[in-house]
T-cell receptor, first 111, second 111 residues
């Protein structure tokens, strides 16, 4: 029944490591997003894909690379993790003009 | 550049008090407007949305919001808050494929 799912839910890792977060939606939506929510709860869009094509790429370090193997999946790979990458990462999906449906979030802690 | 401003960062109310959270945006074109709520430890969920038509929209849990085009505002209201309304509230504006979220308002309702 889960509409938007993310794995893992928690991720604790060392600086310099490479990690991936996966996102899947079963709503049939065309558009998917990655957001970063920092410790002050500020929510900032990072990327958006529409039908597997990148349509929004905000000012994000190129250590972050999204990949969309199909329109139901949008994964986020992070290279050379830094302390400042610690945050909650939310995946979301939406029909083109509709409401966003958020995943449960992935809490990333970089030590 | 497009932006969304939420004027109240922290609001503390007693149960049964009335609530109004401000949201202003800067964008001259057609927009869709949303309020999302994030309960402690959870992901964002839609409270209500405005696309067109009646500028007074009603959402879940007794919330409503009024779109005032001339003021570029979309304020959230609830006549009588409950302890369970304690959460973070985000206003969001959508144009084309891009969502912009406000910085959020943290509401604490005292029992």
């Amino acid at each position: 029944d889960t509409a938007v799912s993310q794995t893992p839910k928690y991720l604790v890792t060392q600086m310099g490591n490479d990690k991936s977060i996966k996102c899947e939606q079963n709503l049939g939506h065309d558009t998917m997003y990655w957001y970063k929510q920092d410790s002050k709860k500020f929510l900032k869009i990072m990327f958006s894909y529409n039908n597997k094509e990148l349509i929004i790429n905000e000012t994000v370090p190129n250590r972050f690379s999204p990949k969309s193997p199909d329109k139901a999946h949008l994964n986020l790979h992070i290279n050379s993790l830094e302390l400042g990458d610690s945050a909650v990462y939310f995946c979301a999906s939406s029909p083109d003009l509709g409401t966003q449906y958020f995943g449960p979030g992935t809490r990333l802690l970089v030590l | 550049a497009q932006s969304v401003s939420q004027h109240n960062h922290h609001v503390i109310l007693s149960e049964a008090a009335s609530l109004e959270l401000g949201c202003n945006y800067s964008y001259g074109g057609t927009v869709n407007l949303f309020w999302y709520v994030q309960y402690p430890g959870q992901h964002l969920q839609l409270l209500l949305k405005y696309f067109s038509g009646d500028p007074l929209v009603k959402g879940i849990k007794g919330f409503e919001a009024e779109f005032i085009k001339s003021k570029f505002s979309f304020n959230l209201r609830k006549p009588s808050v409950q302890w369970s309304d304690t959460a973070e509230y985000f206003c969001a504006v959508k144009s084309t494929y891009k969502y912009i979220f406000g910085t959020g308002t943290r509401l604490k309702v005292l029992a």
